[in-house]
């Protein structure tokens, strides 16, 4: 998506590996979120962050999961002695702001843990 | 129970059928409501999105919101294969932070 770039693409791991995934946006702005998609499910929320803010960690499934972003730059989502369960699309996303709260997404990262 | 429910389908319509997609929901904060289309191996780009009750139409698509039933809806007019995707309805409370998704219907379109 326009404005959103991830990296890898894709990332095939092996069980107990640690992953870090890329959210690098092309433009700032100050709400950028993490979603996980699984095989033929909707969006899950896992975390969000505004601004200077402390970010919102409510959806992160477990400690195995984290992430950081610096200001209005890149953030990065680092799984810890992944799991098959964690095999899904993460995709990450920008809040451009106003009331609609429409999300511009980048094009995933699909995890695939062996 | 899941704050937005939504039938993962799969859809399978002829080409100029008339498609309904539609959504529950159980949160009466969420006051505005969107669709998003996501191709495949793409990430969600938003449809159309509809503040509180009533209709929006943009073309093809008509969006409804029924807040006293907790029912949102998406009608597609005269489909075409390339509306073949997998929609999402999404919704949010005011200030638009914390997008809550439905699990997403595949629609598919036969020419």
């Known amino acids: ?114 | 129970q899941k704050e937005v429910e939504q039938d993962p389908g799969p859809l399978s319509v002829p080409e100029g059928a008339i498609v309904s997609l539609n959504c529950t929901y159980s949160n009466s904060a969420f006051q505005y409501f969107m669709w998003y289309r996501q191709y495949s191996r793409k990430g969600p780009e938003l449809l159309m999105y509809t503040y509180s009750s009533g209709n929006k139409e943009d073309g093809r698509f008509t969006a409804q919101v029924d807040k006293s039933s907790k029912y949102i809806s998406l009608f597609i007019r005269d489909s075409q294969p390339s509306d073949s995707a997998t929609y999402l309805c999404a919704m949010t409370n005011t200030g638009g932070f914390k997008t809550i998704f439905g699990a997403g219907t595949r629609l598919f379109v036969k020419a």
Do not use: M
């Open chain 1, 1 to 114: 998506g326009a404005g959103v770039s991830q990296s890898p693409s894709n990332k095939v791991t092996e069980k107990g590996k640690d992953v870090e995934l890329r959210c690098d946006p092309i433009s700032g702005h100050t709400a950028l979120y993490w979603y996980r998609q699984r095989l033929g499910q909707g969006l899950e929320f896992l975390i969000y962050f505004q601004g200077n803010s402390a970010p919102d960690k409510s959806g992160l499934p477990s400690d195995r999961f984290s992430a950081e972003r610096t200001g209005e730059s890149v953030s990065t989502l680092t799984i810890q002695r992944t799991q098959q369960e964690d095999s899904a699309v993460y995709l990450c996303a920008l809040h451009q702001g106003g009331l609609t709260g429409e999300l511009f997404f980048g094009e995933g990262s699909r995890l695939t843990v062996l």
